[in-house]
């Protein structure tokens, strides 16, 4: 079944398309905290960062969707997308020319994750438009694995790969409790 939902030109490109946002919506989060942690050296503002992240969603989350199920989706997908480059432009110019502050990190976050409130929902509702029901279930199988599949965290921790990140010096990995709370890792910045 797999393999005939995959033949569907417009569910596989809605697939990757899904899987390539996702992985760069995780690579901008966990950037994001590194960021903050090197602007300010402190875990305390790293949270205000994961903060940033999380609160739109409480606030936003139920309006996000009610929007999007109102409007034409791919028109309000396209605008998002307008909108959310040169938000995310700004973030690197202002990082390329060393004028990056804390808070402009935090607005930018905040402000970023508030727009996928809308685009999510959006994006999700597109999935019964370009299947039929029979395939639905396949398809929305194939979904879950692509954009949930790409995030879990094994239980190494982000990088599973211990020499690779050792090698390039991103992660020094020593972490404490790990069999307790195998998510959270206390991530030095070298």
Not at 61 to 70: K, M, N, R
Request: glycine share 8%.
């Amino acid at each position: 079944m797999y393999l005939k939902v995959l033949k569907n030109t417009n569910i596989l490109n809605y697939l990757l398309g899904a899987g390539v946002s996702n992985t760069g919506n995780v690579i901008a989060g966990l950037g994001f905290l590194f960021l903050a942690y090197e602007l300010t050296g402190s875990s305390l503002y790293t949270t205000g960062v994961v903060i940033s992240q999380a609160a739109p969603y409480l606030l936003f989350g139920l309006i996000g969707g009610v929007i999007a199920d109102w409007t034409d989706k791919k028109t309000l997908l396209i605008w998002i997308e307008l909108i959310r480059v040169p938000i995310v432009l700004s973030l690197v110019l202002f990082y390329r020319f060393e004028i990056l502050n804390y808070w402009h990190l935090v607005s930018v976050s905040f402000i970023i994750q508030r727009i996928g409130c809308f685009y999510n929902p959006a994006h999700r509702a597109i999935l019964p438009m370009i299947t039929i029901e029979e395939e639905r279930t396949t398809a929305n199988s194939l979904l879950d694995t692509v954009t949930r599949g790409g995030t879990k965290v094994h239980k190494e921790g982000y990088c599973a790969n211990k020499p690779f990140c050792y090698h390039f010096s991103i992660f020094d990995l020593e972490h404490s409790n790990q069999d307790s709370f195998p998510f959270l890792w206390i991530v030095k910045v070298s």
